[in-house]
């Protein structure tokens, strides 16, 4: 369902994995929840996002990531992906303030094209299992990252479109 | 006229040689002197009669071969010289082959379009001769361009001229009002290619136009798709939002009914039991 704007989206193929959402996720920026798929410019995401994990038990923890697939320019990604922000143990049913941030939050600033933000959650087979922070942010990959950290498949997924803050707003349909 | 022409052709100095080279250039200058005079005095051809001189023209000049480049609406590199020889011979054909070719590719082009026909006011391509400095870039005939009358390039020019008439048909006008006669008026003379000037030879200017319409769909395939995603989680939500608010709107009226049902009990008085003294 959900999961079908993320294979429209061609989040799934490009960053992550085909999953299951098994975990609900809210991302809510400037008290308003960002559904996937919208546009926000970047004065709207300049702050962090207040990140609501679901789940049920507090002892499950979670890691956030959040990349941007098509740095620098979306026809030309030759930093795919760059790494925005990085949050660890975050417990079931709380939000991403809970967690520990190991790669701080970047407010995107895509300079030329539409680029999308991708959140990812994952979900960490124990506490502190995801310690090193990468040394740069581009070039990430995400399934790679999961991989070495035992994360395994993604549980949920967002994105949002993301353009300069004097785009034209991309082709005409809307 | 056509072969004094071509000979005339021949001598001009083009410095820019596209693939196709030094002979379509020179071709190109020829047919413009020609169409300068020719211009004035002929009207608008149909696309039937240019496209018949065409192709009689063909045996004779087949090296003008892929100049018809330029005509890709989308392309507007460097075509210069090749279409400008083109635009010269055979407006109206060209937008017919431009139509076919576009849609095969840039090397499909009929070769021999030759022969300067008299250039109707058809298709555009223009390519005054412009000071050595202007350089055009553009390489295709662009239909939107029609209309004028190929102008000529006679002796100097390397500079061809295609494309859209926007900010270089001031700049053209003066050089063109010796060149170009008859139709073309600066008002149609295609411009140079606003941004680029790129030296390059035509194989190249070809290629750019396939890699730009390459980038252009794969653009426009992505917005395609951020558009179905946007869709599809809208869906999603107005039918996640519509479920929760009939669920709730029972809820509702559940609670309220049962509410209704205990305050009528309250209106009565009850008996309780009262301390005991």
């Given at each position: 369902m959900s999961r079908d704007s993320l294979i429209l989206g061609q989040i799934i193929g490009d960053v992550l994995d085909p999953f299951d959402p098994s975990v609900s996720l809210r991302i809510v920026y400037n008290n308003q929840q960002m559904f996937t798929g919208t546009d926000l410019k970047p004065s709207a995401v300049v702050n962090k996002p207040r990140v609501e994990i679901g789940g049920s038990d507090l002892r499950v923890f979670y890691t956030l990531i959040m990349v941007d697939p098509d740095a620098p320019n979306p026809s030309n990604p030759t930093l795919k992906e760059y790494l925005h922000w990085l949050v660890t143990d975050i417990p079931a049913t709380?939000?991403?303030?809970?967690?520990?941030?190991i790669v701080c939050y970047e407010s995107p600033q895509p300079h030329s094209g539409i680029h999308r933000m991708v959140f990812a959650l994952f979900k960490q087979i124990g506490r502190q299992t995801v310690r090193t922070a990468p040394a740069v942010r581009s070039k990430f990959n995400t399934m790679d990252f999961a991989m070495e950290h035992n994360l395994g498949a993604p549980f949920a997924a967002a994105f949002f479109n993301c353009q300069r803050e004097g785009g034209t707003g991309g082709r005409r349909w809307r | 006229m056509w072969s004094s022409e071509q000979d005339s052709n021949t001598t001009n100095p083009i410095p820019r040689n596209r693939t196709f080279g030094s002979s379509s250039s020179s071709s190109r200058s020829s047919p413009s002197s020609n169409a300068s005079i020719i211009f004035p005095q002929t009207p608008r051809r149909s696309m039937e009669d240019v496209w018949k001189d065409i192709s009689l023209m063909t045996p004779l000049q087949n090296h003008y071969h892929g100049s018809n480049n330029h005509h890709h609406p989308n392309h507007h590199h460097n075509q210069h010289q090749n279409h400008f020889h083109l635009s010269n011979k055979s407006n109206s054909s060209f937008k017919g082959m431009i139509l076919q070719d576009f849609l095969a590719g840039p090397l499909n082009r009929p070769l021999s379009i030759s022969p300067p026909i008299d250039h109707p006011t058809l298709p555009p391509i223009p390519t005054p001769n412009l000071p050595p400095t202007s350089l055009s870039l553009n390489s295709g005939l662009d239909f939107g361009y029609l209309g004028n009358s190929p102008s000529s390039n006679s002796s100097s020019g390397d500079s061809r001229v295609t494309g859209r008439a926007t900010e270089t048909s001031s700049f053209i006008s003066p050089a063109l009002n010796d060149m170009i006669t008859g139709p073309s008026s600066p008002g149609n003379i295609l411009s140079f290619c606003s941004k680029k000037r790129v030296p390059e030879g035509s194989m190249v200017g070809g290629d750019r136009r396939q890699k730009r319409m390459i980038k252009n769909r794969e653009s426009a395939a992505r917005s395609r798709a951020r558009k179905q995603a946007y869709t599809n989680e809208l869906e999603l939500t107005v039918q996640t939002l519509t479920q929760e608010n009939d669920k709730l709107r029972k809820q509702y009226d559940q609670l309220r009914h049962s509410m209704e049902g205990q305050q009528t009990t309250r209106n009565t008085l009850q008996r309780c039991t009262s301390s005991p003294f």
């Open positions: 709380t939000d991403a303030s809970f967690g520990r941030e | -």
